[in-house]
């Protein structure tokens, strides 16, 4: 073995050791890190011309990180309120069934209706009775629960301090992916060992499912929230805060979706106000999903993924399943980027073997 080999086995052995260690290093930050990314390509545009007003790239990404923080943070301040409100309102509702009896109403009924009876014949030879073992039963399921929640309180306070460290180094991350991402940008693509058409190929095609991606799944998984959050408002459904935001959540899965939640809220309104404001609740999320999936997403992923439809279903789910949340822009990300990959594989290999021949 000459020398120049030696030096070029000794090179790539110890560039792919520091490359391990530093993935050992962000490891911690990947989360974060991705975020950062997602959220300097969707706000890359704006960017650019804010800084055509500004004339300074640092000012202009220091206005944009305080806008995103503004607008994470207030809105997350007045959930929380609504959301405290809205827990009280359900504590005195429980507080105020217990001081009326509506338990022991509910479980009087219970005991007297004719399922409960033929289970009190079946259990009568044994010596059991359901009323007798109710008590037993509840008991020890509210030691678990009480149990539970101990155990897990301090863990959701250390969630709470996670997350709130997370956003942090988000921003900060996000900061300065605006003020120098151009230029990380540049650098990783003259490092890619490929040819310049197959380069714009592949980053153009990344470039483009991501931003496709965030702007049709967070602009509609938005809207329908606040639609949705609207109807149950105008219907009268109680906790429409949180449910709106559980609805924007499930906007974002790609089984299930936001029906997840008026569903539920649809039966809730059948039993406790009758067929009239079910009926309404289900014709208002039925129409306005509809044309939020069938219009608005359309035109917020007008330039596309390049992606079948089918491909893309599976990049989402099996992105959620790997990756979690990160997953929904990871999955469609690694379907493009493939894609993108296999047709520069078909020009520059393909094309090589039928001249070949």
Same mark, same amino acid.
Request: with cysteine; charged share 15%; aromatic share 12%.
């Given at each position: 073995?000459?020398? =120049?080999?030696? $030096? ?10 520091? +490359?391990? *260690? ?17 959220? +300097?390509?969707?706000? /890359?545009?704006?960017?650019? *011309?804010?800084? /055509? ?44 069934? !217990? ?11 219970? !005991? ?12 009568? @030879?044994?010596?059991?009775?359901? =009323?007798? =073992? ?12 009480? %149990? ?20 942090? $180094? ?19 693509? %003259?490092?890619?060992?490929? /040819? *310049? ?6 980053? %153009? ?15 509609? +998984? ?41 569903? @539920? ?15 309404? !609740? ?17 035109? +917020?992923?007008?330039?596309? &993924? ?14 959620? %399943? ?11 990300? $690694? ?5 993108? !990959? ?5 020009? &520059?290999?393909? *094309?090589?073997?039928? =001249?070949?021949?």
């Amino acid at each position: 073995m000459d020398r =120049e080999r030696i $030096i070029q086995v000794f090179f790539f052995g110890f560039l792919a050791l520091m +490359a391990y *260690e530093l993935y050992v290093l962000l490891t911690p930050f990947i989360t974060p890190l991705l975020w950062a990314i997602l959220l +300097a390509f969707l706000a /890359h545009p704006l960017l650019i *011309e804010l800084d /055509h007003l500004v004339r300074r790239r640092t000012l202009s990404a220091v206005i944009i990180t305080l806008a995103v923080a503004l607008g994470v943070i207030l809105p997350a301040i007045w959930l929380s309120g609504r959301l405290a409100a809205e827990a009280q309102s359900l504590y005195a509702q429980v507080s105020t069934m !217990l001081n009326d009896g509506g338990l022991g109403k509910a479980r009087d009924w219970m !005991l007297h209706s004719d399922f409960i009876q033929a289970i009190n014949r079946r259990l009568a @030879p044994r010596g059991l009775k359901v =009323e007798d =073992e109710i008590p037993k039963h509840a008991a020890a399921a509210a030691q678990v629960v009480s %149990e539970y929640i101990a155990h897990n309180l301090t863990s959701a306070a250390r969630n709470v301090a996670t997350v709130v460290v997370d956003f942090g $180094i988000i921003l900060l991350i996000f900061f300065y992916l605006l003020r120098d991402g151009e230029g990380y940008y540049n650098s990783l693509r %003259e490092l890619t060992p490929l /040819h *310049e058409d197959d380069k714009k190929a592949v980053f %153009e095609t990344l470039r483009t499912t991501l931003s496709s991606v965030m702007r049709g799944l967070m602009l509609t +998984a938005l809207m329908q929230g606040a639609t949705i959050g609207m109807g149950l408002l105008i219907s009268g459904v109680p906790y429409w805060a949180f449910l709106a935001l559980a609805s924007a959540a499930a906007g974002l899965l790609p089984i299930g979706g936001t029906a997840l939640v008026w569903v @539920p809220a649809t039966l809730y309104l059948f039993y406790t106000a009758g067929w009239g404001w079910a009926i309404f !609740l289900v014709a208002w999320c039925s129409v306005s999903i509809a044309i939020i999936d069938n219009f608005i997403k359309p035109m +917020a992923m007008k330039h596309g &993924t390049g992606l079948p439809t089918l491909a893309l279903f599976f990049g989402i789910a099996g992105g959620l %399943e790997a990756y979690g949340p990160i997953g929904l822009f990871m999955g469609p990300a $690694i379907m493009s980027v493939f894609a993108a !990959l296999l047709r520069v594989y078909r020009k &520059t290999y393909g *094309e090589s073997r039928k =001249e070949a021949a």
